[in-house]
């Protein structure tokens, strides 16, 4: 048992006093960030960082790196779809080419961050290390499938290992950061690798495009093997971080701590809930017993995984009900889930406006969206940076949810006539504002749990981006099927909505009678600029939500490194 676990924090008559662990060892609330008369970290405290120099530059690339990739994969195959299901003939299974990716990427979330706190920070750190590297092999796995598919079924798979592996590397990278940077820096370095992860979200239909033109659509998927290597050599060589002291628990111990009952029942019953939102409204109606069978089957395993974690109890709980009644971390996740997973909606629908609006390339819309994440970058840099040096994080939340808010409802404003300045300077505010916000709720979380719990708040906060994605980017589609519908029954009769749904919005103007032409680009106009008043909406919600967060500042009497 940690130093950490031995004892709870208690204040009584003005002074700090330690107490005994209660009997079930249930966390007791981290208050070491909120404490006016104490806040210097304590507990697995080092003066400076764990690595420093070259080794940490290297690191950091390799980290950065490895996220790039992970991100690419969920916006690279959008160029590359058409060209795959022309080889594999297999336009049925588009849906899945994306969804399989997605699907385990944010499913295993929680089960990982339970796996990173029982095995690869107890005992010895190097095993950090090694669990992170394990999880970024099996991405590499799933990339070679891909790259090597011979068919539909092989490629779906490849993609669902990839998600597999995905789904640790950002969750690890988190927590090497954590690990080997102490907290005062945090804010800068979380900053970093959360500005190269938008990057790839954007440039992947750019380098998408090129690949599927130029080469060869399988190149979206090879070009990970050799940032692989450079991760590999990157973790597996400079990253060898000092061992913490063995706390004699047996492998059998271990693995009951992991929960693996609890995680039979929460993954499929994401998975399902995940299903829903991905069919619902687009392969089924929202009302066939097929969503509605997944959404009760969700709920029935949720209810069942509750009365779980109650049963077990904190010390073995895969979500930790005393973590989850930490405001930190419920307000923090709360607000992940709406800033992040709404602007997904945005980052989707934006694209969409270019390609079919304004007639744009998938490689010139690419180009077209460097506004936005060039300022999220700058943002999330200079936030990072003033945030280390000042201390206070929530100011940059607030200011990025309300410039958020703006930018996106500005999107709404759009049409085919507008020019240049505007859709710059809409993607600019939208860009900086979430490059304000992004990485603030993560440091707000490791600041109130304990060292050893990071992972799993962490997780948490994680799974709380992905299925606010997966939410609020089925509502905008369905908001977006709607409005076209709508539009298209008053304006353009003649025009089967049902058959151009089905076709994709790149086949517009190629399948469109030229005499209906203007009147179809005018409805997907107006149900692409829908969808924006949806951002707008959650980036409010975010808003309001972020003041729930405590008051969270980096500035302490003793910085740390290390978990």
């Known amino acids: 048992m940690s130093r950490l676990d031995e004892s709870a924090t208690e204040v009584e008559g003005g002074k700090r006093q330690h107490t005994p662990e209660p009997e079930d060892k249930a966390l007791e609330p981290y208050t070491k ?19 420093s120099g070259l080794p940490l530059v290297v690191i950091m690339t390799g980290l950065a790196l490895a996220g790039f990739v992970v991100a690419l994969d969920t916006s690279i195959i959008a160029t590359a779809i058409p060209f795959i299901t022309e080889e594999f ?27 990173y706190s029982s095995f690869s920070l107890k005992s010895h750190s190097r095993n950090l290390q090694w669990s992170f590297i394990t999880f970024f092999a099996v991405f590499e796995l799933g990339s070679l499938l891909c790259a090597v598919a011979v068919n539909s079924n092989m490629f779906i798979g490849g993609r669902a290992v990839a998600g597999l592996g995905g789904s640790g590397i950002l969750l690890g990278a988190l927590s090497i950061i954590a690990y080997i940077i102490p907290l005062n820096k945090r804010p800068l370095y979380t900053g970093l690798f959360v500005s190269v992860f938008s990057i790839a979200l954007v440039v992947g239909p750019i380098i998408g495009g090129a690949f599927t033109q130029h080469v060869t659509w399988r190149w979206c998927f090879y070009i990970n093997l050799p940032i692989g290597c450079a991760t590999f050599l990157a973790l597996g060589f400079l990253f060898h971080p000092l061992p913490r ?25 994401v998975l399902m809930a995940l299903l829903a939102l991905q069919w619902g409204g687009s392969t089924y109606p929202w009302h066939s017993a097929t969503i509605i069978g997944l959404f009760v089957g969700f709920g029935a395993l949720m209810g069942v995984f509750v009365l779980w974690e109650a049963f077990v109890g904190d010390e073995i709980a895969m979500l930790p009900s005393s973590l989850l009644r930490l405001r930190a971390v419920a307000f923090a996740g709360s607000t992940q889930l709406f800033a992040t997973g709404g602007i997904f909606a945005a980052v989707y629908y934006l694209p ?40 206070g994080l929530n100011p940059w939340i607030w200011v990025g949810c309300a410039l958020m808010a703006v930018g996106t409802g500005l999107y709404s404003t759009l049409t085919v006539d507008s020019d240049a300045g505007h859709w710059i300077g809409f993607q600019i505010l939208q860009g900086f504002g979430f490059g304000c916000v992004a990485q603030m709720p993560t440091i707000a979380v490791q600041m109130a749990v304990p060292p050893q719990r ?71 106009e107006s149900a692409i600029t829908s969808t924006f008043y949806l951002t707008a909406a959650t980036s409010v919600t975010a808003f309001f939500v972020s003041f729930g967060i405590p008051w969270t500042s980096v500035k302490a009497k003793k910085q740390t490194a290390g978990l």
């Open 352 to 391: 969409e406006w270019f390609q079919v609006v304004r007639g744009a390339s998938p490689v010139r819309s690419g180009v077209m969206n460097i506004p936005s994440f060039l300022s999220q970058v700058l943002a999330s840099i200079l936030a990072g940076g003033l945030g280390s040096k000042i201390g």
């Open 89 to 115: 003939h297999s336009t049925q299974d588009i849906g899945w080419y994306g969804s399989a990716y997605f699907l385990t990427l944010c499913s295993l979330q929680p089960v990982n961050g339970k796996l």
């Open 454 to 524: 990071v992972p799993i708040a962490l997780a948490m906060t994680a799974f709380a981006q992905f299925f606010g994605s997966a939410i609020f980017v089925a509502i905008a589609q369905t908001i977006f099927s709607n409005v076209l519908i709508a539009k298209l029954a008053t304006d353009a009769p003649d025009v089967d909505a049902e058959a151009l749904l089905l076709a994709g919005s790149g086949a517009v103007r190629s399948i469109v009678p030229p005499e209906s032409l203007s009147a179809v680009l005018a409805a997907y």
């Open 33 to 51: 960030a909120t404490d006016p008369e104490d806040k210097a970290v304590d507990t697995a405290t080092e003066a400076t960082t764990l690595i």
């Open 245 to 269: 002291p063995q706390e004699g628990e047996t492998l059998p111990q271990r693995i009951k701590k992991l929960d693996l009952v609890g995680a039979v029942l929460f993954t499929p019953a």
